[in-house]
């Protein structure tokens, strides 16, 4: 029976890898999963790291841990580095120590934004932000400290029904709060990604540790849409109608830059014949379907 860490298993991702681990192949064969909270888990310190990964003695670690307040980064950007640079400099250490594959995750932050077609895993990086930068180094650390036992997932636009730590929900949530509270809402019509269900997410990362699969892989559900197209649908399939309109990346003047267009192309997992992701619409019904929201229609 193999053991497999789970760092952040409270968050958005990590709490669907709990609930869905005992129907996963790894769960059904009897593999243990140990789940381990922020509280119980601090990636910056590296003897806790050391520590507490040499008990385990897992085969897999799996990383969720991250500083991921995009605009807080801005101005903390030193935290941000000690998160999502060192901290994965040092899971990386262990886990080589230990003969352990890590598995992390990362960001369509990466990218610049300025291509016109979906980007994929071998385009070069390019972040605009101290997030996105702060991301980037912890690829690197990643991919040179264990070159061939790691997997790097990127993804995008998060969402599950833990909510994320940190942000107090997620956009979807936010988005039905300020509905409701009868606030007018103006959300970005000029950055295009595509919105992922950490559920859907959860899934094929199940079925990429089946394959023991190692490298970059873009995972997020398929289709596109930007910020503002993607609140539209949250009030069409809810039937609600506030005050709603769209703004630019300017007008909104939040502190840090996002890529205008960052949409990934799932082409490693496709390739592996992995089960490409649903629309992103699809899984934004199912996702308010589970959180318990009414939808306006079947």
Same mark, same amino acid.
């Given at each position: 029976?193999?053991?497999?860490?789970?760092?952040?298993?409270?968050?958005?991702?990590?709490?669907?890898?709990?609930?869905?681990?005992?129907?996963?192949?790894?769960?059904?064969?009897?593999?243990?999963?140990?789940?381990l909270?922020?509280?119980e888990?601090?990636?910056?310190?590296?003897?806790?790291?050391?520590s507490?990964?040499?008990?385990?003695?897992?085969?897999?670690?799996?990383?969720t841990?991250?500083f991921?307040?995009?605009?807080?980064?801005?101005?903390?950007?030193?935290?941000?580095?000690?998160v999502?640079?060192?901290?994965?400099?040092y899971?990386?250490?262990?886990?080589?120590?230990?003969?352990?594959? #890590?598995?992390?995750? +990362?960001?369509? &932050?990466?990218?610049? =934004? *300025? /291509?016109?077609?979906?980007?994929?895993e071998?385009?070069?990086?390019?972040?605009?932000?101290?997030?996105?930068?702060?991301?980037?180094a912890?690829?690197?650390?990643?991919?040179?400290?264990?070159?061939?036992d790691h997997i #790097?997932?990127r993804? +995008?636009?998060? &969402?599950?029904?833990? =909510? *994320? /730590?940190?942000?107090?929900?997620?956009?979807?949530?936010?988005?039905?709060?300020?509905?409701?509270?009868?606030?007018?809402?103006?959300?970005?019509?000029?950055?295009?990604s595509?919105?992922?269900?950490?559920?859907?997410?959860?899934?094929?990362l199940?079925?990429?540790?089946?394959?023991?699969a190692?490298?970059?892989?873009?995972?997020t559900?398929?289709?596109?849409?930007?910020?503002?197209?993607?609140?539209?649908?949250i009030f069409?399939?809810?039937?609600?109608?506030?005050?709603?309109?769209?703004?630019?990346?300017?007008?909104?003047?939040?502190?840090?830059r996002?890529?205008?267009?960052?949409?990934?192309?799932?082409?490693?997992?496709?390739?592996?014949?992995?089960?490409?992701?649903?629309?992103?619409q699809?899984?934004?019904?199912?996702?308010?379907?589970?959180?318990?929201?009414?939808?306006?229609?079947?």
């Open positions: 029976m193999a053991r497999v860490a789970l760092i952040g298993s409270n968050g958005q991702l990590g709490s669907d890898i709990v609930q869905m681990w005992p129907a996963s192949p790894a769960g059904r064969r009897g593999d243990e999963l140990v789940a909270t922020h509280a888990f601090e990636v910056t310190d590296f003897d806790q790291v050391r507490v990964l040499t008990g385990v003695g897992p085969s897999v670690v799996i990383n841990a991250a991921h307040r995009v605009d807080d980064c801005e101005k903390q950007a030193a935290a941000a580095f000690q999502n640079a060192l901290g994965v400099k899971l990386a250490e262990v886990c080589r120590d230990l003969g352990a594959t #890590l598995m992390h995750f +990362s960001t369509d &932050y990466v990218f610049d =934004g *300025a /291509s016109e077609e979906p980007y994929v071998e385009d070069a990086t390019c972040p605009i932000s101290a997030y996105g930068i702060s991301k980037e912890g690829e690197h650390f990643l991919r040179y400290t264990i070159p061939d #790097l997932v993804s +995008s636009g998060l &969402y599950g029904v833990a =909510g *994320a /730590s940190g942000k107090g929900g997620n956009f979807v949530e936010t988005m039905i709060r300020l509905a409701r509270e009868e606030r007018p809402i103006r959300v970005v019509d000029d950055q295009c595509c919105p992922t269900y950490t559920a859907d997410l959860a899934g094929v199940f079925d990429l540790m089946e394959r023991s190692r490298g970059t892989y873009h995972i559900n398929s289709g596109h849409c930007t910020w503002f197209q993607f609140a539209g649908e069409n399939l809810l039937g609600l109608s506030p005050d709603f309109g769209p703004t630019t990346s300017a007008e909104f003047g939040a502190p840090a996002r890529p205008p267009y960052s949409v990934l192309a799932n082409k490693r997992i496709e390739a592996l014949g992995v089960a490409q992701p649903r629309p992103w699809d899984a934004l019904r199912a996702y308010l379907e589970a959180r318990g929201h009414q939808t306006a229609r079947t």
